[in-house]
Nanobody, 123 residues
Framework: QVQLVESGGGLVQAGGSLRLSCAASGRTFSSYRTGWFRQAPGKEREFVAAIRRSDSSTDYGDSVKGRFTISRDVAKNTVYLQLNSLQPEDTAVYYC????????????????WGQGTQVTVSS
């Protein structure tokens, strides 16, 4: 079992920044990749970013490339998502997720999920 707890969401003006955290506990050594997804009201869940445990290689969704950065602190078992140049269309609930095997960066490929943290960007 892997437990994930997100934090760091909030309300920010357009152009602003936030840093989300995903604290993992449990069998964290067994995870292959940790990712972030987001879901806005009335929309499907969207892949945002992911980081691989073995070598910290990263992947990003097209809509966030160049603005968001995923990183990890191994000692703290925490994955971060730095959100810069935020726009109103970034408003969503952001979820942290973990997968045990390489199942790709689709939400169905991730087995463990956090409760989510709300990010709201005002114009």
């Amino acid at each position: 079992q892997v437990q994930l707890v997100e934090s760091g969401g909030g309300l920010v003006q357009a152009g602003g920044s936030l840093r989300l955290s995903c604290a993992a506990s449990g069998r964290t050594f067994s995870s292959y990749r940790t990712g972030w997804f987001r879901q806005a009201p009335g929309k499907e869940r969207e892949f945002v970013a992911a980081i691989r445990r073995s070598d910290s290689s990263t992947d990003y969704g097209d809509s966030v490339k160049g603005r968001f950065t995923i990183s990890r602190d191994v000692a703290k078992n925490t994955v971060y998502l730095q959100l810069n140049s935020l726009q109103p269309e970034d408003t969503a609930v952001y979820y942290c997720a973990a997968q045990l095997f390489n199942n790709g960066n689709v939400d169905t490929g991730y087995y463990y999920w956090g409760q989510g943290t709300q990010v709201t960007v005002s114009s």
